[in-house]
């Protein structure tokens, strides 16, 4: 018999079960992809215009920076649909941005509570809303171009680390 998963205690513990999960599924596919086909973008079918596999990362990294920026009161960074104005362009590069707009998050997300998960949020990412609302976007935001980041993996022969069984890590 499986055991049930843990009750968070928390609004913040609440959205850190599936967020995690996220972190970890798009860090380690962003990471699968070698650093020479990072300026992949698929050209067979209706794909014109799409963004690079580098541009999706880069992308996620700025939205990660916007949304949690927001929540915090503090201006976003500028025109992350087109990446935003970090320098980074190498996956080295990009996995630090990567990285450090999940621990951005990590560390706003924690600051969510039944006290202020209400309260108003604007900005042009996502509001007006409010800090939970803006989260679960975030929470939204990510796996639709972690789910376009698999189809190039996949394109590139790559089995992303969350499709292998012995890689993913527990839910529980």
Same mark, same amino acid.
């Given at each position: 018999?499986?055991?049930?998963?843990?009750?968070?205690?928390?609004?913040?513990?609440?959205?850190?079960?599936?967020?995690?999960?996220?972190?970890?599924?798009?860090?380690?596919?962003?990471? $699968?992809?070698?650093?020479? +086909?990072?300026?992949? %973008? #698929?050209?067979? *079918?209706?794909?014109? !215009?799409?963004? =690079?596999?580098?541009?999706?990362?880069?992308?996620?990294?700025?939205?990660?920076?916007?949304?949690?920026?927001?929540?915090?009161?503090?201006?976003?960074?500028?025109?992350?649909?087109?990446?935003?104005?970090?320098?980074?362009?190498?996956?080295?590069?990009?996995?630090?941005?990567?990285?450090?707009?999940?621990?951005?998050?990590?560390?706003?997300? $924690?600051?969510?509570?039944? +006290?202020?998960?209400? %309260? #108003?949020?604007? *900005?042009?990412?996502? !509001?007006?809303? =409010?800090?939970?609302?803006?989260?679960?976007?975030?929470?939204?935001?990510?796996?639709?171009?972690?789910?376009?980041?698999?189809?190039?993996?996949?394109?590139?022969?790559?089995?992303?680390?969350?499709?292998?069984?012995?890689?993913?890590?527990?839910?529980?």
């Amino acid at each position: 018999m499986e055991k049930p998963a843990r009750q968070p205690q928390t609004i913040a513990s609440a959205l850190n079960q599936t967020w995690k999960m996220l972190e970890w599924s798009f860090v380690s596919a962003a990471d $699968a992809m070698p650093e020479n +086909k990072y300026p992949f %973008a #698929p050209t067979d *079918g209706e794909f014109k !215009g799409v963004r =690079t596999f580098a541009q999706q990362v880069k992308h996620v990294a700025c939205a990660n920076f916007a949304f949690f920026s927001e929540i915090q009161g503090k201006t976003p960074p500028p025109e992350c649909e087109n990446g935003g104005p970090d320098p980074a362009k190498t996956k080295p590069e990009l996995m630090k941005y990567l990285r450090d707009s999940f621990a951005y998050a990590d560390q706003v997300m $924690a600051t969510i509570d039944a +006290k202020n998960a209400l %309260a #108003p949020v604007s *900005g042009r990412y996502g !509001g007006p809303s =409010t800090k939970l609302g803006i989260a679960v976007l975030a929470v939204w935001h990510a796996p639709d171009h972690y789910g376009q980041m698999v189809e190039y993996l996949r394109m590139n022969g790559i089995v992303p680390p969350a499709s292998r069984e012995t890689q993913r890590p527990s839910t529980r």
